[in-house]
Every structure is written in structure tokens, then in C-alpha cells.
């Protein structure tokens, strides 16, 4: 079963203007992570933010922040003031009691000027 | 500045070849991911060790790969033999699970192979 769903393959976004990328889970475990990774062209993954299941505040990161809606389960990545750097692939994850990393399908953000 | 490193970068070879591809995770990080990126599959987890025992590696084809970790700082990949399906990006990833449980995974550049 998917375990976590991204239904946006791509996006596009006004330099900066804020964008929201989705991204829904599926877990019946009490305690799980959630995480968003950054994929430039370049290929590397880097790490933005992570969210606790029990964390009672939003994660923030500079101009990252995810709004976590449990009930809803739903993990969605704010960037604020996007830049041109910010285009790149949006991998949405979740950490669950096994310790195993489930990955989205990605959402594709271009920034344009 | 503490990474994941992963070797080589880029590996082509031909069918049939074994393929060998290490990683070293981040010092004191007792879990590595093994995970290999194609544009039809996305992200797939091959693998997975915690304190260098294989936790999970159903994702993993036994037929051809197999995945170790000899000690605490290097994992290893091994495809034997290679075919065209392998080539793919294989990113190695490591964490320390926190106290909730979960695991922040940080990664390695990859390795892109192509087996032609």
C-alpha cells in the first residue's frame, strides 16, 4: 500500500510568492517522522525540515515550514518568497516505527522570474 | 562537516559485470539505507542495517544483490551479475534514530550506474 502520496508531479511558481507542495501519508503506527528532501538537478538529496508525530508546533526552517495536519494526515511543505534556486524536485517521507524511510514520487518545482 | 560518502560517483560497465559500490556513513550514525532512484520507479529502499544487521532487505532482488556492512564505517552494494535494468542512481543514506523513534535519513551523492 502507498504509503505516502504527492499528487503534484509539477509546479509552477512566481518568484517570490509562497507555494504549498502536498504530501499525504498512510500509517497506522502512533509515532512516525515525516521529512521533505530537496533534489537539485545536480542530483544530491539534501535534507529541508522534519516533523514528529508528537511535535505539537509546525516545523519551520528559514523559509521552510510544513504544515502538519494530523487528523488529516497530511505533511504539505510551505516555501515562502521562492527563489530560482528553489527549482528542483520535492521528495515528501515518512520514518515509521520500523524505522523504515518511505519516499513520495516527487513533486517538480520551477520557479519562474 | 560531518557526510555520507559514497563511491565511485559514476560506474559503467558492461553486462555480466560485478558491480561493487560503498559507502561511508556519518560517524556514530548506527543506520544505513540503501536506496536506488530510477525515473519510472522513484525512490526505492533496497535495504536497510541498523548497527551493521541487516534489518529489512526485501526490496533488495537476492538472486543478484546483496548488501553488507564489514564494520561500522562502510557499507557495501554488490550487484552480480549486472544487467541494462540496474542502471539506476543508488544513494546510501544514514541516521541516528531519535528519541521519538524515527530516523533522519541523510544521503550520500549517489552513485549513477550504467550497465550497457
Known amino acids: 500500500a502507498q504509503k505516502i502520496t504527492q499528487t503534484q508531479p509539477g509546479m509552477f511558481v512566481q518568484e517570490k510568492e509562497a507555494v504549498t507542495l502536498d504530501c499525504t501519508y498512510d500509517?497506522?503506527?502512533?509515532?512516525?517522522?515525516l521529512f521533505w528532501y530537496k533534489q537539485p538537478s545536480s542530483g544530491e538529496m539534501i535534507f529541508l525540515i522534519y516533523?514528529?508525530?508528537?511535535?505539537?508546533q509546525n516545523a519551520t526552517e528559514g523559509r521552510y515550514s510544513l504544515n502538519f495536519q494530523k487528523a488529516r494526515k497530511s505533511a504539505n511543505l510551505v516555501i515562502s518568497a521562492s527563489q530560482l534556486g528553489d527549482s528542483a524536485m520535492y521528495f515528501c517521507?515518512?520514518?515509521?516505527?520500523?524505522?523504515?524511510?518511505?519516499f513520495g514520487s516527487g513533486t517538480k518545482l520551477n520557479v519562474k522570474p | 562537516d560531518a557526510r555520507v560518502t559514497q563511491t565511485p560517483r559514476h560506474k559503467v560497465t558492461e553486462m555480466g559485470q560485478e558491480v561493487t559500490m560503498r559507502c561511508q556513513p556519518i560517524?556514530?550514525?548506527?543506520?544505513v539505507f540503501w536506496y536506488r532512484q530510477t525515473m519510472m520507479q522513484g525512490l526505492e529502499l533496497l535495504a536497510y542495517?541498523?548497527?551493521?544487521?541487516?534489518?529489512?532487505d526485501s526490496g533488495m532482488p537476492k538472486d543478484r544483490f546483496s548488501a553488507e556492512m564489514p564494520d561500522a564505517t562502510l557499507a557495501t552494494l554488490k550487484i552480480q551479475p549486472s544487467e541494462p535494468r540496474d542502471s539506476a542512481v543508488y544513494f546510501c543514506?544514514?541516521?541516528?534514530?531519535?528519541?521519538?523513534?524515527?530516523?533522519?535519513?541523510?544521503f550520500g551523492q549517489g552513485t549513477r550506474l550504467t550497465v550497457v
Open positions: 543514506a544514514s541516521g541516528l534514530p531519535s528519541t521519538g523513534g524515527d530516523t533522519e535519513a541523510f
Open positions: 500509517t497506522s503506527d502512533p509515532s512516525y517522522g
Open positions: 516533523q514528529g508525530s508528537y511535535d505539537q
Open positions: 517521507a515518512m520514518s515509521d516505527n520500523f524505522n523504515k524511510f518511505y
Open positions: 560517524l556514530g550514525h548506527n543506520t
Open positions: 542495517f541498523r548497527n551493521r544487521a541487516p534489518l529489512d
